[in-house]
Structure formats: C-alpha cells, structure tokens
Nanobody, 118 residues
Framework: QVQLVESGGGLVQPGEPLRLSCAAS????????MGWYRQAPGKQRELVAA???????NYADSVKGRFTISRDNAKKTVHLQMNNLDPEDTAVYYC????????????WGQGTQVTVSS
C-alpha cells in the first residue's frame, strides 16, 4: 500500500514560482516510478512530469524548461519545482506512484490546487 500526500499548492501571479511536494508513506518508495499529473476544470487529467526509480525524467511539452521534477528516496518525497507559471497551469495537481513489481496498480494523492491569476 502506498499513501501519498501533496502540499505546496496555492494562488500565485503569472511568472511566479511554486514548489509542490509529495510525501509517501511506504517502504517501497525507491521502487516506485513517480509522477505529477494535473487536471483543469473540464479537461482530462494529464501527465506533467515523471521520474523513474533510476532518476530519469520526462516532461509534458507545455512545461519543458519551466518545471523540474526531483525525488529524495531517503525522505520518501518527490517535488515539482514550477517556474514562470502561466494561467494555463491552473489545475489540481496530483502525485502518482507506480510500484515496479505491480505496475497494474497506480496510487494517487488527494491533489493540491494551483491557481495562477493576476
């Protein structure tokens, strides 16, 4: 079982940064591929950034060069540093974990709201 808790969301102005964190309560964190997804009102949930157990990263085209995903296996956390935020980034951001030994199951946090508005 993997429990995920996101934090760090809020209201920011365009161009400002924000850092999201996801804390995992599990002993298998280092064996999980981690990701950040987002869902805006009326839109489907989409992958924003992902990081594998081997620290390889992948980003949606819309956030490349602005967002950075990182993980700390010792602290069982994954972060999403978001720079130069745009109103189009407004969404609920979700942390996701996939255990390599059971890739059919996917674990989700409760989500954190990010609102970019002037």
């Amino acid at each position: 079982q993997v429990q995920l808790v996101e934090s760090g969301g809020g209201l920011v102005q365009p161009g400002e940064p924000l850092r999201l964190s996801c804390a995992a309560s599990t002993s298998i964190f280092s064996l999980c591929n981690m990701g950040w997804y987002r869902q805006a009102p009326g839109k489907q949930r989409e992958l924003v950034a992902a990081i594998t157990t081997g620290f390889r990263t992948n980003y949606a085209d819309s956030v490349k060069g602005r967002f950075t995903i990182s993980r700390d296996n010792a602290k069982k956390t994954v972060h999403l540093q978001m720079n130069n935020l745009d109103p189009e980034d407004t969404a609920v951001y979700y942390c996701n974990a996939v255990w390599l030994r059971d890739p059919r199951n996917s674990y989700w946090g409760q989500g954190t709201q990010v609102t970019v508005s002037s």
